[in-house]
């Protein structure tokens, strides 16, 4: 089994529905051992299976009673951002209830794709769907952007809610949305913080009660880094570099590096804990980059005339030649240096 959807039923019905949303969905089938066929899984308690499998799927359909729905998951939820959606939909397919994570784990979605599915109903009760307003989380997922402020979204949707006006500050235009009466776009120095207001940036900028803070990911970081380096040592010297940059560590868009460190597990595990894609380019590509501060080490080391990996892979990472260098070539402990590039589409504040 490898969907991104669970199905669950206990009733003859509710396990034809399932099948339907298999063929429909792509979703996995779980049923008791006396109705599940060849190809689905079978299981003696819904509880036990739910523990294991919760945070294995992106979203999961309850064919069952909600109560039954709310019992299993209930022991397992984090938060917003980890929580998977799911929805709970009647054996008959009348109904696809949006229980959990609506928005940004996309209940409110799969609901209605289930319903659509079945032939039935979409249940949906955010209160900003159910008055036809923006929601912040689904324009920042649809951005690509990091929220770095969970507990500021219900403040800025009840903002909208009461008809207030919100501030944006999106350099970008990175959020899909129109400024309209609900939204005002505004730019320092006239950003008013006593105001509900959204930011949209690459910059680190610092939080306050009214500030909805949302991550561009547009920093490309270089890394050259000695053999055994850590993960830990290449977080610490990524995050330093950005903190003293001014730059928002939830903004990196790629890790880079020299294309002889592809199994370096340091750096390997450090872009992993990060999130982020992790590319490599050869000795001979990072020469030709247009790097400030070149390693004589280096050099003699690839076998280039001129070299520096963490600035050149930051460099290329971020487009070439017309990428800007934010943040030079810095030493840390004697095994990691670390650089970092912008693509210069993102850089009309740098």
């Known amino acids: 089994m490898s969907n991104t959807l669970a199905c669950y039923a206990l009733t003859p019905q509710g396990v034809e529905l399932a099948r339907r949303l298999a063929a429909g969905l792509g979703a996995d089938v779980f049923a008791p051992y006396r109705l599940a066929r060849q190809g689905e899984q079978g299981f003696s308690g819904l509880p036990p299976l739910v523990a294991e499998r919760f945070h294995r799927y992106q979203?999961?359909?309850?064919?069952?009673a909600a109560g039954i729905a709310v019992r299993c998951i209930a022991p397992y939820l984090e938060k917003k951002s980890r929580?998977?959606?799911?929805?709970?939909?009647?054996?008959?397919g009348r109904f696809a209830v949006s229980l959990l994570s609506g928005h940004w784990g996309g209940a409110n979605r799969l609901a209605?794709?289930?319903?659509?599915?079945?032939?039935?109903?979409?249940?949906?009760?955010?209160?900003?769907?159910?008055?036809?307003?923006?929601a912040l989380?689904?324009?920042?997922?649809?951005?690509?952007?990091a929220i770095l402020d969970w507990d500021r979204i219900k403040d800025i949707n009840a903002a909208l809610l009461a008809g207030e006006t919100v501030q944006i500050y999106d350099p970008f235009d990175r959020l899909p949305l129109d400024c309209g009466p609900l939204f005002t776009p505004v730019r320092p120095p006239h950003v008013r913080l006593d105001?509900?207001?959204?930011?949209?940036?690459?910059?680190?900028?610092?939080?306050?009660?009214?500030?909805?803070?949302?991550?561009?990911?547009?920093?490309?970081v270089g890394v050259g880094c000695r053999r055994g380096a850590t993960s830990e040592d290449i977080l610490t010297a990524v995050r330093a570099t950005l903190t003293d940059a001014g730059l928002e560590p939830q903004a990196v868009a790629a890790l880079a590096s020299v294309t002889a460190k592809r199994d370096e597990r340091g750096l390997l595990d450090a872009a992993a804990a990060l999130r982020t894609p992790l590319r490599?380019?050869?000795?001979?590509?990072?020469a030709e980059a247009?790097?400030?501060?070149?390693?004589?080490?280096?050099?003699?080391l690839f076998g280039v005339e001129r070299?520096?990996?963490?600035?050149?892979?930051?460099?290329?990472?971020a487009g070439g030649e017309d990428a800007l260098l934010l943040a030079p070539k810095t030493t840390y402990a004697e095994t990691v240096t670390v650089a970092v590039a912008l693509p210069e589409c993102m850089a009309d504040e740098a």
């Open 59 to 64: 979203g999961h359909i309850f064919i069952t």
């Open 83 to 92: 929580d998977p959606a799911v929805v709970v939909c009647d054996q008959h």
């Open 112 to 134: 209605r794709q289930v319903a659509e599915c079945l032939g039935g109903a979409p249940v949906i009760t955010t209160a900003t769907d159910t008055e036809d307003l923006p």
């Open 137 to 145: 989380d689904v324009l920042a997922q649809q951005a690509g952007c």
């Open 195 to 220: 105001k509900p207001t959204v930011s949209v940036h690459w910059r680190h900028i610092e939080p306050a009660d009214t500030l909805l803070r949302l991550a561009v990911p547009a920093l490309h």
């Open 280 to 286: 490599f380019y050869t000795p001979e590509e990072l």
């Open 290 to 300: 247009p790097a400030p501060t070149p390693s004589a080490m280096a050099a003699q």
């Open 307 to 317: 070299i520096s990996v963490c600035e050149g892979a930051a460099l290329l990472a």
